[in-house]
């Protein structure tokens, strides 16, 4: 099967997770023997996006000439015309924001799949569903009167700035707050035979709308994480929060209240963050391990007993808790989006309700104190990791049934 | 002080300093090198092995509409004594601070990521500023009326209306 892949915000070396995610989707299937190719979109005036280094690809990949424009009629017309010169059975489009409709609707001849990374259909405020400090319930495909208002009270500043953020450009040159886009989004969404989401609450923003929805998780490339360590009990049980503790979504200060009440009955412990410093209202067992490279995160888990992720928002996906698992770690981690299927709870670590920082410190409590307890799930972690999201499994065991609904539709087409 | 070129690159937000640093200590090898951070930020180590200075910026944000900021950074910039001043985009903005710097000449990094020089003159630069809020402003209230006045009717809405005959909100 001849299949393109069209991505919008794509680089190379990758900026986000979306474009990792993507590279080990194509590669695996070009593994499994079908011919593909990646179509991405030029960037004008941007140092992060829009840049490949082909060489460093092991698959085919070409910008679309011309895409770089701001006009997204444009864009969407040089991306069918560079598709189309390829003549492919089938097309996926990866990881866009407010483009994703236009360039569906212009590729939307070929047995289409969208993927979609975050929550970037239901949310064009910022694609994350989290306002305040709590995931917002709202989704703009069920109802776009309140998320336009939303976008408009929250991002009303940076519209009225001289010169917008990418994110904000693209929000007005699609004219997004209008609504002829929602429309169009509905169009371009009935028109696609598949819609691929990383987590059950991502699956239901879609239901109804007509494609048959598909939930895919990311993986990992154990390759490129050392097996799990063996070390002897030491004086203080060592747990890392991995990830943008900067980021309020992610619950760093959940962590620290937790941290702050076990830090009371104890000084067994110490919680590492990868952070430049320490929170400045964080207790002394709050150590920073500084930002990480991959290669330099992954030698930390090795020093690591245990692993913690307290987002408060509906994580799509949770790459941290799968990374932790893969180096043996145990995880505590909330209830929330992808977490709550990667993590199995009292087996491959803790489950606690996100925001809740008294269990939080109930589950560290309980994997501080037994140490079997840690070894047993640091080993099941991995068993799981093994069997669910090394990227092979992933692709062998959720992309044959995808490419087959796509070359159904295509068998189909008069 | 040593007769060395004294270069300021200025940090404002967005991605890439860090590779900025990189190409400019490229240019100017033998340059000293001022990072100019905004307040309350820290220099990465990356950024550190190009920076032979880092000075802090007297505030975190600049606007035009708060002339006292940048009054502040116009001092503190001109105290450093610069030949040359380095921002990271052409943004009337950036563009203002280059004109209060004080410095002999200017340069950034073009949209097409390119070393260009960069106007200093003041008034110019005020009034390229200016237009640009004229049109930010136009754009937010284009985006408030479109927001406001033009609602998307929902199927069963839409259903609904015609069943009692009346007409559709205009699309």
Same mark, same amino acid.
């Given at each position: 099967?001849?299949?393109?892949? =069209?991505?919008?915000?794509?680089?190379?070396?990758?900026?986000?997770? /979306?474009?990792?995610?993507?590279?080990?989707?194509?590669?695996?299937?070009?593994?499994?023997?079908?011919?593909?190719?990646?179509?991405?979109?030029?960037?004008?005036?941007?140092?992060?996006?829009?840049?490949?280094?082909?060489?460093?690809?092991?698959?085919?990949?070409?910008?679309?000439?011309?895409?770089?424009?701001?006009?997204?009629?444009? =864009?969407?017309?040089?991306?069918?015309?560079?598709?189309?010169?390829?003549?492919?059975?089938?097309?996926? =489009?990866?990881?866009?924001?407010?483009?994703?409709?236009?360039?569906?609707?212009?590729?939307?001849?070929?047995?289409?799949?969208?993927?979609?990374?975050?929550? @970037?259909?239901?949310?064009?405020?910022?694609?994350?569903?989290?306002?305040?400090? %709590?995931?917002?319930?709202?989704?703009?495909?069920?109802?776009?009167?309140?998320?336009?208002?939303?976008?408009?009270?929250?991002?009303?500043? @940076?519209?009225?700035?001289?010169?917008?953020?990418?994110?904000?450009?693209?929000?007005?040159?699609?004219?997004?707050?209008?609504?002829?886009?929602?429309?169009?989004? #509905?169009?371009?969404?009935?028109? /696609?035979?598949?819609?691929?989401?990383?987590?059950?609450?991502?699956?239901?923003?879609? +239901?109804?709308?007509?494609?048959?929805?598909?939930?895919?998780?990311?993986?990992?490339?154990?390759?490129?994480?050392?097996?799990?360590?063996?070390?002897?009990?030491? +004086?203080?049980?060592?747990?890392?929060?991995?990830?943008?503790?900067?980021?309020?979504?992610?619950?760093?200060?959940?962590?620290?209240?937790?941290?702050?009440?076990?830090?009371?009955?104890?000084?067994?412990?110490?919680?590492?963050?990868?952070?430049?410093?320490?929170?400045?209202?964080?207790?002394? $067992?709050?150590?920073?391990?500084?930002?990480?490279?991959?290669?330099?995160?992954?030698?930390?888990?090795?020093?690591?007993?245990?692993?913690?992720?307290?987002?408060?928002?509906?994580?799509?996906?949770?790459?941290?808790?799968?990374?932790? #698992?893969?180096?043996?770690?145990?995880?505590?981690?909330?209830?929330?989006?992808?977490? $709550?299927?990667?993590?199995?709870?009292?087996?491959?670590?803790? &489950?606690?309700?996100? %925001?809740?920082?008294?269990?939080?410190?109930?589950?560290?409590?309980?994997?501080?104190?037994?140490?079997?307890?840690?070894?047993?799930?640091?080993?099941?972690?991995?068993?799981?990791?093994?069997?669910?999201? /090394?990227?092979?499994?992933?692709?062998?065991?959720?992309?044959?049934?995808?490419?087959?609904?796509?070359?159904?539709?295509?068998?189909?087409?008069? | 002080?040593?007769?060395?070129?004294?270069?300021?690159?200025? !940090?404002?937000?967005?991605?890439?300093?860090?590779?900025?640093?990189?190409? &400019?200590?490229?240019?100017?090898?033998?340059?000293?090198?001022?990072?100019?951070?905004?307040?309350?930020?820290?220099?990465?180590?990356? @950024?550190?092995?190009?920076?032979?200075?880092?000075?802090?910026?007297?505030?975190?944000?600049?606007?035009?509409?708060?002339?006292?900021?940048?009054?502040?950074?116009?001092?503190?910039?001109? +105290?450093?004594?610069?030949?040359?001043?380095?921002?990271?985009?052409?943004?009337?903005?950036?563009?203002?601070? /280059?004109? &209060?710097?004080?410095?002999?000449?200017?340069?950034?990094?073009?949209?097409?990521?390119?070393?260009?020089?960069?106007?200093?003159?003041?008034?110019?630069?005020?009034?390229?500023?200016?237009?640009?809020?004229? $049109?930010?402003? &136009?754009?937010?209230?284009?985006?408030?009326?479109?927001?406001?006045?033009?609602? =998307?009717?929902?199927?069963?809405?839409?259903?609904?209306?015609?069943?009692?005959?009346? *007409?559709?909100? !205009? *699309?």
């Amino acid at each position: 099967m001849r299949l393109a892949f =069209v991505d919008l915000q794509f680089s190379w070396p990758p900026k986000g997770g /979306a474009e990792i995610d993507l590279f080990h989707v194509i590669k695996g299937i070009q593994d499994l023997g079908h011919e593909v190719k990646l179509f991405i979109r030029g960037h004008q005036g941007s140092w992060e996006r829009g840049k490949i280094d082909t060489a460093a690809l092991p698959f085919p990949a070409e910008t679309a000439p011309g895409s770089e424009s701001r006009r997204p009629e444009t =864009v969407a017309e040089r991306m069918r015309q560079a598709v189309d010169s390829w003549a492919p059975d089938a097309v996926i =489009v990866g990881f866009g924001f407010f483009l994703k409709p236009y360039v569906a609707a212009a590729l939307s001849h070929y047995p289409l799949a969208l993927r979609y990374y975050a929550y @970037e259909g239901a949310c064009p405020r910022d694609f994350r569903l989290f306002k305040e400090g %709590a995931p917002c319930p709202e989704n703009y495909l069920a109802g776009p009167g309140i998320c336009r208002r939303c976008t408009l009270h929250y991002r009303g500043r @940076e519209i009225a700035r001289a010169r917008p953020g990418p994110y904000i450009q693209e929000y007005l040159d699609t004219k997004a707050y209008a609504p002829a886009y929602y429309r169009r989004t #509905m169009e371009a969404l009935g028109k /696609a035979r598949v819609i691929i989401v990383s987590n059950p609450i991502m699956a239901r923003h879609f +239901e109804g709308i007509g494609p048959e929805i598909i939930e895919v998780p990311g993986g990992v490339d154990l390759s490129d994480i050392p097996p799990p360590a063996e070390h002897p009990p030491r +004086e203080r049980v060592s747990i890392l929060m991995a990830g943008r503790g900067d980021d309020p979504a992610k619950g760093l200060h959940i962590l620290i209240d937790a941290v702050r009440e076990l830090a009371a009955e104890r000084d067994d412990f110490e919680v590492w963050v990868t952070q430049p410093e320490p929170p400045p209202d964080a207790p002394p $067992q709050v150590h920073a391990a500084g930002w990480r490279d991959p290669a330099g995160l992954f030698a930390l888990y090795q020093q690591m007993d245990a692993a913690v992720v307290p987002s408060i928002w509906e994580e799509p996906f949770g790459l941290a808790a799968v990374e932790a #698992m893969a180096a043996g770690l145990p995880v505590v981690a909330s209830r929330v989006g992808g977490l $709550q299927r990667i993590v199995v709870d009292g087996e491959t670590g803790v &489950l606690v309700p996100p %925001a809740d920082s008294r269990a939080l410190a109930d589950a560290l409590r309980r994997l501080i104190t037994d140490r079997g307890m840690r070894r047993r799930m640091g080993a099941a972690g991995r068993g799981r990791v093994e069997q669910e999201y /090394a990227w092979e499994r992933v692709i062998v065991k959720h992309y044959p049934p995808i490419l087959e609904k796509l070359a159904g539709a295509r068998e189909a087409a008069p | 002080m040593s007769g060395a070129l004294r270069i300021c690159a200025f !940090r404002s937000q967005g991605w890439g300093y860090a590779t900025r640093l990189h190409h &400019l200590r490229r240019r100017y090898p033998d340059a000293r090198l001022v990072v100019m951070i905004p307040k309350g930020e820290t220099v990465s180590e990356q @950024e550190a092995a190009y920076a032979d200075e880092v000075l802090e910026q007297p505030h975190e944000t600049y606007s035009i509409r708060k002339p006292g900021k940048l009054w502040d950074l116009a001092r503190t910039l001109r +105290e450093a004594r610069l030949d040359l001043f380095v921002v990271m985009y052409p943004s009337p903005r950036l563009r203002l601070v /280059a004109g &209060l710097s004080g410095a002999r000449r200017a340069e950034c990094w073009s949209y097409q990521n390119l070393i260009i020089a960069l106007p200093t003159r003041l008034l110019p630069a005020m009034a390229v500023l200016g237009w640009r809020i004229v $049109q930010g402003q &136009l754009r937010f209230w284009r985006c408030w009326l479109t927001t406001r006045l033009r609602r =998307v009717p929902m199927p069963g809405e839409v259903d609904k209306m015609e069943a009692r005959g009346l *007409r559709m909100p !205009r *699309r």
